[in-house]
């Protein structure tokens, strides 16, 4: 006598429904691990963690210099140590370090040209090379177009002959406060001027428009305050 089993069969149907809830289960526990991971740590993906030092030593010509991060313009320029040279930028006339690069646009390209609302600066070794108040002494007299110049509100500017190496420029110059400056002329391009000095093993460059000699004393005061602002401390 054949006895049959009182157990119901399962659809076949039924079966892989068995698996589908632990399925979903673990992969619910899989994203929730990951996430976790991640949010826990998500702050040590920016750029600069949350001890990064807002300046950083820089020794240029075995001169110790405090510079703010994000007045530096190379992101290769962005450590501490011995550095050979150093670009930074600086808003004029607050001297602050400049936030985030401003987005353009096509629209707002030609007006991002014309206006600079910066100072530029260059901190380079000198390697025992003729100091800026030298070459003023001795270089560019020789270049110096003869015709006598007077000072017009205390700044002096003497063309450079055309058929010389700055041929494109003017010297200006004042005493009080001191201020030496090479410009190129206005042209396709606004004329911008260049002024140096010495400090200790480097040599500092600034960089700014021409027009701005209109307010002269505020330039030569404003680097002035970036010199003493960016030394590191002196024994």
Same mark, same amino acid.
């Given at each position: 006598?054949? %006895? ?16 589908? *809830? ?14 976790? %991971?991640? +949010? ?14 807002? /300046?950083?030593? *820089?020794? %240029? ?13 190379? /992101?290769?320029?962005?450590?501490? !140590? ?9 808003? +004029? ?19 991002? @040209? ?28 020789? +270049? ?5 110049? @007077? ?7 003497? @063309?450079? #002959?055309?058929?010389?190496?700055? !041929?494109?420029?003017?010297? +200006? ?11 190129? #002329? ?36 404003? @680097?002035? /305050? ?8 002196? !024994?």
């Amino acid at each position: 006598m054949t %006895v049959f089993s009182a157990a119901p069969l399962r659809s076949p149907r039924t079966r892989p429904r068995a698996h589908v *809830v632990p399925i979903a289960l673990a992969g619910t526990a899989a994203a929730c691990a990951v996430a976790l %991971v991640a +949010y826990l740590l998500w702050p040590t993906w920016g750029s600069r963690g949350a001890d990064a030092p807002d /300046k950083l030593p *820089v020794s %240029v010509g075995g001169t110790l210099f405090n510079l703010p991060v994000t007045a530096i313009r190379m /992101k290769i320029q962005r450590h501490s !140590g011995p550095q050979e040279r150093i670009d930074l930028d600086f808003l +004029y006339p607050s001297l602050e370090p400049p936030g985030a690069p401003r987005h353009v646009t096509a629209d707002t390209a030609e007006a991002a @040209m014309q206006s600079i609302d910066r100072i530029f600066l260059s901190i380079a070794a000198h390697h025992e090379a003729l100091s800026p108040e030298q070459r003023t002494a001795t270089i560019y007299p020789r +270049y110096l177009d003869q015709a006598a110049a @007077m000072p017009v509100d205390g700044l002096t500017m003497r @063309m450079f #002959r055309t058929d010389t190496p700055y !041929g494109s420029e003017d010297l +200006y110059s004042a005493a009080s406060p001191v201020l030496t400056a090479r410009c190129t #002329r206005d042209a396709a391009t606004p004329g911008m001027c260049l002024s140096e000095r010495r400090v200790g093993g480097a040599d500092l460059t600034f960089r700014f428009p021409r027009s701005w000699l209109s307010q002269w004393r505020d330039v030569a005061e404003a @680097m002035e /305050k970036l010199t003493a602002q960016l030394r590191g401390p002196r !024994g």
